[in-house]
């Protein structure tokens, strides 16, 4: 249990961090561009600081948009660059802090983040230099989750514009992501499951990715509305062919007449500039921000665009869906796997080392069992901890360092080890049953080699 723990304390830091990488350092201050404090109170009771950017010297009645965080801590700073060119192209919009109460990486309610979305938008109709009628939403990554259902939630909301939004759920998404990343870095293999898929699956049957299975076709049946999506055609976070095709269904279930779909070439998850979409440009890519702007406007004057979608993202690699833990997968059975190995692997060493301190001679261990012992206490953390180190390095495109046939050296050498483990299992398992052991220490240490072969297999270290 301790190593389950903390492999997962490991690679946890990981995962409420998000698609994108952090965003560009902020633009100067804008002339063009005129900034009022606000604040908004919650339904809980909260009171989220937030900022108005109008366009400078604008007359009222202005369209209003009020924008919804990605994934991970969300001050309002993050989205300044989107919020003053927004503006600059005619709409006022309102960014707001994102919560951290309620909000963590055990913790996290789509629900509860649509509602803060929605008192936003309230704040936002009650100024002078807003249109009252003409206020919507805009969502980046997991604010494309977000964004939706507060629309859906909000009689009010006049539009609803989401970039690089997800069309399935956030667990399918990331898994997606990672396989995505590692096999950009030229990775093959078992490592890509175990860490895209495999380990991701622990972390949420531990509570460590909340949502997992928020389904985004919900709301959007619900949406009639005018609805504008963007993807960018090089998003390596968000699955955009598959993306765009499940916003197309689920808008075309609901009756909606009034979407926009749009894929733009040379462009990242948050629509960035980028050769190839792990790359981070300085600037949004050319067009964007004019789509935004000149498609609001044209809602805002009662001249929704009619239905229309074009352009295809770069999506070289299907998304699957993931499934829950099965009863055998659980985190309890895992954590009591690692105990039982753990135990084993090392009760060779405490056994010999007690006796020695209490005067009695060690019956020798024989070269399977040593071999066993010795490969098994390393393989074992090592696998976790490796899988670890390689989640959390993903930021963008990953470093796997240097690889041999498409697979880095330190998983080949647990790989290795792995093997060797298991045939010593064979061996120590057979010369026990012939000749007998040394009572509980053998026992244990036999069963802690039975239950690694399988364990193994399961976290791809016996797979090619």
């Known amino acids: 249990m301790p190593m389950l723990g903390t492999a997962l304390a490991t690679t946890a830091a990981a995962v409420i961090a998000a698609l994108p990488g ?55 700073e993050r989205l300044r660059a989107e919020a003053e060119a ?3 192209a005619g709409i006022a919009t309102l960014t707001y802090d994102k919560r951290t109460v309620g909000y963590s990486l055990m913790e996290r309610s789509y ?17 002078i230099e807003i249109d009252p009628g003409e206020v919507g939403f805009w ?44 096999e950009h870095a030229g990775v093959r293999g078992s490592l890509v499951d175990a860490e895209s898929r495999t380990l991701y699956r622990l972390l949420s049957g531990a509570g460590v990715f909340p949502e997992p299975y928020h389904d985004p076709g919900p709301p959007l049946r619900s949406l009639t509305l005018p609805v504008l999506a963007v993807w960018g055609a090089l998003d390596r976070a968000t699955p955009p062919v598959e993306s765009a095709a499940a916003y197309q269904q689920f808008l075309d279930q609901a009756g909606n007449r009034h979407y926009t779909l749009r894929t733009i070439d040379g462009a990242d998850h948050a629509l960035r500039a980028s050769a190839t979409g792990y790359d981070k440009g300085p600037g949004f890519v050319p067009g964007y921000v004019e789509l935004v702007g000149s498609w609001v406007a044209d809602v805002a004057a009662g001249r929704a665009p009619a239905t229309s979608s074009t352009g295809r993202g770069d999506q070289h690699r299907a998304t699957a869906e993931v499934p829950p833990l099965a009863w055998y ?6 954590a009591g796997a690692l105990a039982v190995m753990m135990a084993g ?7 010999a080392a007690w006796r020695r301190l209490r005067g009695r001679p060690a019956r020798p261990a024989p070269w399977s069992a040593r071999v066993l012992a010795g490969a098994g206490v390393v393989a074992v953390p090592g696998c976790l901890l490796y899988l670890g180190s390689v989640m959390m390095s993903r930021r963008g495109a990953p470093d796997p360092g240097p690889m041999i046939a498409g697979r880095p050296l330190p998983w080949l050498l647990l790989q290795a080890l792995a093997i060797v483990a ?42 090619p």
């Open 22 to 76: 952090p965003p560009p350092a902020p633009p100067p201050v804008d002339a063009g561009v005129v900034r009022t404090q606000l604040a908004v109170p919650t339904a809980d009771g909260l009171v989220l600081p937030a900022t108005l950017h109008v366009p400078a010297d604008a007359p009222p009645g202005l369209p209003g948009m009020v924008l919804v965080h990605g994934a991970g801590p969300g001050p309002r």
């Open 86 to 88: 927004f503006a600059r």
């Open 111 to 127: 629900s509860q983040l649509a509602d803060d979305a929605i008192a936003a938008a309230a704040v936002l109709r009650a100024r």
């Open 139 to 182: 969502g980046l990554s997991e604010g494309g989750w977000v964004a939706p259902l507060a629309a859906s939630r909000d009689p009010s909301t006049a539009f609803l514009v989401v970039v690089g939004a997800n069309g399935v759920p956030p667990l399918r998404q990331q898994t997606w992501a990672d396989a995505s990343g590692l």
């Open 329 to 334: 997968e659980s985190v309890p059975v895992q």
């Open 345 to 351: 692997f090392t009760g060779l060493g405490f056994t």
């Open 422 to 463: 298991t045939c010593a299992t064979v061996a120590f398992a057979a010369r026990t049953v012939r000749r007998g052991g040394d009572g509980s220490r053998d026992a244990l240490l036999v069963t802690a080699g039975v239950v690694f072969v399988p364990w193994a297999a399961y976290w791809g270290l016996l797979l």
